[in-house]
């Protein structure tokens, strides 16, 4: 008889869980971001110019080397932050300087932002900066954006692709 209660309670349990997984599998509802708004998404992962110079080794520099760790150049790993700019419809948005990552400060600049905005025209500039130089910025893009309310207009950086990528998507309710 003690084996019929200890199933019973075990069938209990796991229909109590189910019950509770299907209701909050529902509800409340999530939504990305307010239904009367449009988001512009800046997200990317760029490695700035190294801090230092690379330095020619001598000839004497690179034999005392180990055989299997000699090379022509020797350069710091350390990179520089990257400068990031958003500017929307002439109003700076997002501006921030980001520090490489990685324990010797080596990895890329990351970013994801996001930024709600009301929906309508408007113009863009993204601007970044991964060098030495203060003033300017190396790449500049601009683009007039017309955003209905729900889109995602995606703001993306590729240098091997030439600077900024822009992009729109349709946000899922």
């Known amino acids: 008889m003690p084996k019929v209660f200890a199933v019973a309670g075990q069938l209990a349990v796991y229909g109590l869980t189910a019950l509770l997984f299907g209701i909050f599998s529902t509800d409340p509802s999530y939504r990305a971001f307010p239904e009367d708004k449009a988001q512009i998404l800046l997200t990317f992962s760029h490695v700035g110019q190294r801090k230092g110079e690379c330095r020619k080794l001598t000839r004497e520099e690179i034999q005392e080397m180990a055989a299997n760790m000699r090379r022509a150049e020797i350069c710091p790993r350390e990179r520089l932050p990257v400068t990031v700019e958003l500017e929307l419809s002439g109003e700076v948005i997002y501006h921030a ?52 309310a729900g889109e995602n207009f995606i703001v993306d950086f590729r240098s091997e692709m030439g600077g900024f990528l822009f992009g729109t998507g349709r946000a899922r309710r």
């Open 97 to 148: 300087e980001l520090r490489p990552t990685g324990l010797s400060s080596d990895g890329a600049s990351q970013a994801h932002r996001r930024f709600m905005i009301e929906p309508g025209p408007h113009h863009l500039v993204a601007r970044l900066r991964d060098g030495a130089e203060s003033g300017g910025f190396n790449y500049q893009e601009a683009t007039d954006i017309e955003l209905q």
